[in-house]
């Protein structure tokens, strides 16, 4: 029975034609492990281990490209929003991240674009970060130096991403994002308009509604592309009137737990799509990657260096 009316939910959840659900599905008894919710930067590690150590394995590009800070915003009490714009052809695939050169010192930040790449890397389009505020050296020059009108030097990497033949190709991308970890898979969604014919599922959970970051923009695609969204805010409580946000029907004021993820991958190979068509990425802190990347139905997609 409950396993029936979690499947109910989940259908008329993602169903385009039914309001949106709140995504409380039934949760097992056996399995009430809560995820660890942190609101992390990717630079924020209880390594003393510079990032550029942390990732030498990792792929880079071979040029580091100049640009310039266009615009600098607050998205939340604790996220910076950076606009850069590239001096030369530049180009990366939706879920990597660039290495930030901070002028005047040795010091190497790394942050996952939140933006979709340009179709064409020669019309230098301006990329976006996101950048939560920590006492990590390059972190928090971003916060408190960097200016609009500055140029910083950058060079792309990663070895996680998204790209168009792969897209293509699968029926599901579901991504699973916790706190400043919506970067990576932000990128991956805004470059899912080009791909009518693949639903993208995102879970995303957050401290705070404050700390939902873009979730304007999150809604915005998801009414107008082929995307279902759900949110989880694991430290407020339910209080409708309090604020409009607070009225989405979206939003579970709980802590995301391995069940509720298992239920809408459940949802989707019921569906008659399977593993092979599914792929899942996750962004978050370290014990929720841990977690996930061993109980999941299907196997994640991540990188683990922050």
Not at 87 to 98: H, Y
Not at 143 to 170: P, Y
Not at 189 to 203: A, E
Not at 246 to 275: A, Q
Request: proline share 7%.
């Amino acid at each position: 029975m409950a396993t029936s009316l979690a499947l109910h939910l989940i259908k008329s959840f993602i169903s385009k034609s039914s309001p949106p659900l709140s995504s409380r599905f039934y949760r097992s008894a056996q399995q009430q492990q809560h995820l660890v919710q942190a609101s992390c930067n990717m630079m924020t590690s209880s390594l003393d281990t510079p990032h550029i150590e942390r990732t030498e394995s990792s792929y880079r590009q071979k040029d580091i490209i100049p640009c310039r800070v266009t615009s600098i915003r607050c998205l939340s009490p604790s996220v910076k929003h950076y606009q850069l714009k590239p001096l030369l052809p530049f180009t990366f695939k939706p879920g990597q991240w660039v290495d930030v050169f901070i002028p005047g010192t040795d010091a190497i930040g790394g942050y996952s674009m939140c933006s979709a790449p340009a179709p064409n890397p020669s019309d230098k389009k301006p990329f976006e970060l996101a950048i939560k505020y920590s006492n990590h050296i390059p972190t928090a020059w971003m916060h408190e130096s960097c200016a609009e009108g500055m140029k910083l030097n950058v060079r792309v990497g990663g070895d996680v991403f998204l790209d168009d033949i792969t897209a293509s190709q699968t029926q599901v991308v579901l991504l699973v994002a916790a706190g400043i970890g919506i970067n990576p898979l932000l990128s991956i969604m805004r470059s899912g308009v080009n791909h009518p014919s693949t639903r993208y599922h995102l879970i995303y959970t957050a401290k705070s509604l404050l700390e939902l970051i873009f979730k304007e923009d999150i809604d915005l695609l998801s009414t107008q592309h082929n995307i279902s969204v759900q949110y989880n805010v694991t430290d407020e409580s339910e209080s409708p009137g309090k604020d409009p946000k607070t009225d989405d029907k979206r939003i579970s004021y709980s802590r995301l737990t391995l069940e509720e993820i298992n239920d809408v991958i459940r949802y989707y190979l019921d569906s008659g799509i399977t593993k092979e068509n599914m792929r899942c990425y996750i962004c978050g802190p370290p014990p929720m990657i841990d977690e996930l990347s061993e109980t999941l139905l299907i196997k994640p997609l991540y990188e683990k260096w922050w």
